[in-house]
């Protein structure tokens, strides 16, 4: 497992961190809900099984996001779902401002819901289910759609989404203790699940 990425203080925001050992024991949960906020070419490459699809976007920005975010709440409750979990990436900025909005709003409206993220986002949840064990064979079996092509190794932070890599190659910020390359489909070396080892250690 990664080193976890250091969420930011948020006091007492109304909502709460969820493990990742502790979402795949409640996957299942009648009364739990998965609202995943990434962008559609992300959720496109994989997502946890049962999660419904928000973007980020379609809820904190434009004309129609109050209305989106009502909807959202309204939908939810009309489902029975009791408490909901915010799926980003990371867990560090999007879910958790998103986290923060869905609590208000259920406050202002009566609506009486717990709004947790997932603690890593999906990062960690797909670095849980990459490990080893019966716990990240449970994750695994909840990963839906999931393409590891899409996924590259890295030293410092297991798996990390090819553009994600790329980006910060693009920006000259190579991850300390190792020297990025470009991943190539026809000649990148493979892990285990057909990953792109995106990242080679100079002591090699």
Known sequence: ?????VLEETGDAGWKEMPVEE?????????LQIVDVR??????SGYIKGSKHVPYEDLMEGPDADKNASELLGSLKAAGSEQVLIVCMYSQGTGPTIAQRLTTLAEET???????????????????????GAE?????DLLVG?????WCMTPKRGLVQVNAVLAVKELGVPEEGAEQRQ??????PQTSWGFWSCCTSKDK
Do not use: C, W
Not at 1 to 5: D, E, I, R, T
Not at 146 to 150: G, L, V
């Open 1 to 5: 497992m990664p080193p976890k990425l």
């Open 39 to 44: 962008g559609a070419e992300e959720y496109a």
């Open 23 to 31: 979402a795949i024991t409640r996957v299942a949960h009648s009364k």
């Open 146 to 150: 999931f393409k590891p092509e899409h």
């Open 136 to 140: 990240a064979k449970a994750a695994s």
């Open 183 to 188: 991943p190539d489909e026809s000649q990148a």
């Open 110 to 132: 009566g609506i009486h819901f717990e709004v947790s993220i997932l603690d890593g986002g999906f990062h960690g949840f797909v670095n849980k289910a990459q490990g080893g």
